[in-house]
C-alpha cells in the first residue's frame, strides 16, 4: 500500500505553490503553478526540511507545519518579500471578507 504525502500550500496572486512529502521514500517535490521546480531525495529532503524547521521534532517524518515553512522559504528565495508580503496581504483580505 502507497502511504499518502504529507502536503502543504500557499496562494499566490499567481497561483499556488505546493510542497509535497512522500513518507515511504523521503522525497521532498517542491511545486509552482502545478509544475514541478524541485524535486530532492534523502538525505537533501531532510536536510531542506530541517534547514527551515529546525525547532520542530519532525525526524524524518515532517508535518504540515513544517512544509509549511519549506514552502515559505521556497517563495523568498524565488520571488523576494514583495511578493511574500503581496501573497500575506491578499490572505489576510480573504480571511477578513470570510
Not at 505553490?17 to 537533501?44: C, K, N, Q, W, Y
Not at 519532525?58 to 508535518?63: A, C, D, E, K
Request: charged residues 25%; hydrophobic residues 45%; contains cysteine.
Amino acid at each position: 500500500m502507497k502511504a499518502k504525502a504529507i502536503t502543504a500550500s500557499i496562494d499566490m496572486p499567481g497561483g499556488a505553490v505546493s510542497a509535497e512529502f512522500h513518507i515511504d521514500t523521503g522525497r521532498l517535490r517542491i511545486f509552482e503553478r502545478g509544475m514541478l521546480r524541485v524535486e530532492m531525495f534523502p538525505p537533501h529532503s531532510w536536510f531542506a526540511v530541517a534547514s527551515v524547521a529546525g525547532n520542530s521534532r519532525w525526524g524524518t517524518r515532517p508535518r504540515e507545519a513544517d512544509l509549511f515553512l519549506v514552502v515559505e522559504n521556497f517563495i523568498l528565495q524565488r520571488f523576494g518579500m514583495t511578493a511574500y508580503r503581496e501573497e500575506t496581504s491578499c490572505a489576510r483580505e480573504q480571511a477578513a471578507s470570510a
